[in-house]
């Protein structure tokens, strides 16, 4: 079992932001309430080892259950990991189903212990692209884990930031909403972290500076983190010493 968090119901009782204005206090010792993920250097991790990228995904999905451990006994409310993009079909088929395949394979051999382990799952991203035994999977992941309280893990599946706000505002264009309405906290609730607060930290793996359409509304305050590690060497060591360095951090939302 995954130690629950000490942070958990101060967090609860802070609520969440909506993706408007700017990040809740970080939780108890400036620890971060919300951690995402750029996922990166799987491919160039199989490369140096002479092996295939589909080894360097596996390992990833291991680097993937270390943080997902990790996360909560740190004290992280909220951890978003970016698994594949919208721009990731553009890489070969093979790849692709890969891919597809090891989120599949992750969900079905995870989600009891997940759940055992007072995981929420949430998914974010445009689904509509993704197949129906994937979307089906992903809906009764996130129905049975829906009343957990540890942490929650989001992963990003068919998402692109760009993408994410022109579905925003299509909706408010379609809810009719007046140019005067058109507020922060109106575009954040039709954004698909509507119900999360905002990222406090956003970390990069494999050396790569960019944030390649990941939570681009989202991150406006967020502090950035980028690591040489490539993904699949990433583990509690490297998720604890990014937080601790985030605590030491002076966040200022744009005052003095
Ligand atoms: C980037 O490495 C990583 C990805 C595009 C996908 C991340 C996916 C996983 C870790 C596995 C599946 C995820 C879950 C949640 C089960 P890259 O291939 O771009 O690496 P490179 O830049 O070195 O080529």
């Known amino acids: 079992m995954i130690a629950k968090p000490a942070p958990k119901a101060a967090a609860k009782a802070a609520g969440v932001s909506g993706g408007a204005g700017v990040p809740q206090p970080a939780g108890g010792a400036g620890i971060p309430r919300h951690v995402a993920i750029i996922m990166d250097g799987n491919g160039r991790w199989a490369k140096k080892r002479f092996l295939p990228r589909i080894a360097g995904h596996r390992a990833g999905v291991e680097a993937v259950r270390r943080a997902v451990k990790a996360a909560p006994r740190i004290g992280i409310e909220v951890l978003t990991l970016y698994a594949f993009s919208s721009e990731n079909w553009k890489r070969p088929a093979d790849e692709v189903s890969d891919l597809m395949g090891l989120l599949k394979h992750y969900l079905q051999s995870e989600i009891d212990e997940l759940h055992a382990n007072d995981i929420r799952l949430k998914f974010i991203g445009d689904h509509s692209r993704l197949s129906a035994d994937v979307v089906d999977l992903l809906r009764r992941a996130a129905e049975r884990t829906a009343g957990n309280g540890a942490m929650t893990l989001v992963l990003a599946l068919n998402y692109g930031s ?11 264009i379609a809810d009719g909403v007046r ?8 575009i954040a609730a039709r954004l698909d972290t509507a119900d999360l607060p905002l990222p406090d930290l956003i970390i990069r793996t494999s050396g790569e500076q960019r944030l390649s359409n990941f939570l681009l509304w989202q991150a406006a305050y967020a502090e950035l983190a980028f690591t040489d590690e490539l993904w699949p060497d990433f583990n509690e060591a490297s998720l604890q010493r990014l937080v601790d360095e985030f605590a030491q951090r002076e966040r200022r939302y744009g005052g003095l």
Do not use: I, P, Y
């Open 162 to 172: 760009h993408d994410e706000m022109v579905r925003a505002v299509r909706g408010l």
């Open 179 to 186: 140019a005067d309405e058109v507020t922060d906290a109106a």
